[in-house]
């Protein structure tokens, strides 16, 4: 594998493990999402009941639907051009594999592809992913059954697609420093060379060639304390967790859980009405209790970060 092909690898399946987290345990949210907007996604599904969960200037955003389910939006700048179509490469790879069943339709952006999950699935998907020069958009759509994957859903989803990537500009997204990775802790953490890149308020990826490593840290000012309480009580079941009383009485990390392929692991951070997500992926080799005691200072920093907000 190319150090491009296992960097998109890397990068892939840590925003789709921190984002699903963050879609499934949303309270509502007060802006509207830059890249499709509330009334987009009422108009494209025909429902009178579109709820805006999640929205953020990085153009990462989830939406509730009376009728059933849930639908999320995500924006990915890459470097460069080729590194997008790296990363769209590893997305259509992982989404095939997921979800099987190609839909065709003309393309969107420079390239696009749609696919649904087979018949039987645990958790039906759609998943529309769209390359645009140096940006890869991904919508993810959640019916609470497949019955309700149709011609119609499909559409809607297109449609959102189509408006997505030709927004998809307006997602506040730069390459630089972060204040919650500070340069010290990624020089002992991952080393050079590395990227730094900022998706928005309070939410930075940073990943580093060679050896795959990722972190990305990102905050939730919608979560309530009974959303915590229900994530926190999910990842008990399906993860190996361990408190992390010293950051306070909200901060647990998790990983090793049940879902196939999942690396990662995430320390979670509640306080003073925000959730704040620091998540890692060692690379080629799945994350064990060791990395987090090698991440202390890390954390430790995070947590004082999060606690002068």
């Not at 200072?297 to 606690?307: A, D, P």
Request: glycine fraction near 6%; aromatic fraction near 8%.
């Amino acid at each position: 594998m190319s150090c491009f092909s296992a960097r998109s690898t890397t990068l892939a399946r840590i925003l789709l493990t921190t984002f699903g987290a963050t879609v499934l345990f949303q309270a509502q949210a007060s802006d509207d999402c830059p890249i499709v907007s509330t009334q987009d996604v009422t108009e494209a599904f025909d429902n009178g009941a579109v709820m805006l969960l999640h929205a953020d200037a990085s153009g990462m955003c989830s939406f509730g639907l009376q009728e059933g389910g849930s639908l999320s939006v995500q924006v990915v700048s890459q470097p460069s051009e080729q590194l997008a179509g790296e990363l769209y490469k590893t997305f259509k790879k992982t989404d095939q594999e997921r979800l099987p069943h190609a839909v065709e339709h003309d393309a969107i952006g420079d390239k696009s592809h749609l696919v649904i999950s087979p018949e039987g699935a645990e958790s039906p998907e759609v998943t529309f992913t769209a390359l645009k020069k140096d940006q890869v958009i991904a919508l993810h759509y959640y019916p609470n059954n497949e019955e309700m994957i149709n011609d119609q859903t499909v559409s809607a989803l297109l449609e959102l697609g189509k408006r997505a990537t030709s927004q998809s500009d307006q997602a506040d997204q730069q390459f630089g420093a972060c204040e919650w990775l500070p340069d010290a802790e990624l020089d002992r953490f991952l080393g050079q060379p590395r990227t730094v890149q900022r998706l928005g308020p309070d939410q930075c990826l940073a990943y580093a060639q060679p050896g795959n490593k990722t972190l990305m840290v990102m905050s939730d000012h919608n979560t309530t304390d009974d959303a915590y309480a229900n994530m926190r009580e999910r990842h008990n079941a399906e993860c190996t967790t361990v408190s992390l009383p010293k950051f306070g009485p909200n901060s647990f990390a998790y990983y090793d859980c049940s879902n196939p392929g999942n690396q990662v692991m995430s320390v979670d951070f509640f306080e003073n009405g925000v959730h704040m997500m620091l998540t890692y992926e060692p690379g080629e080799e799945p994350a064990t209790g060791d990395d987090l005691k090698t991440m202390d200072s890390l954390i430790e920093h995070v947590y004082k970060e999060l606690k002068m907000r």
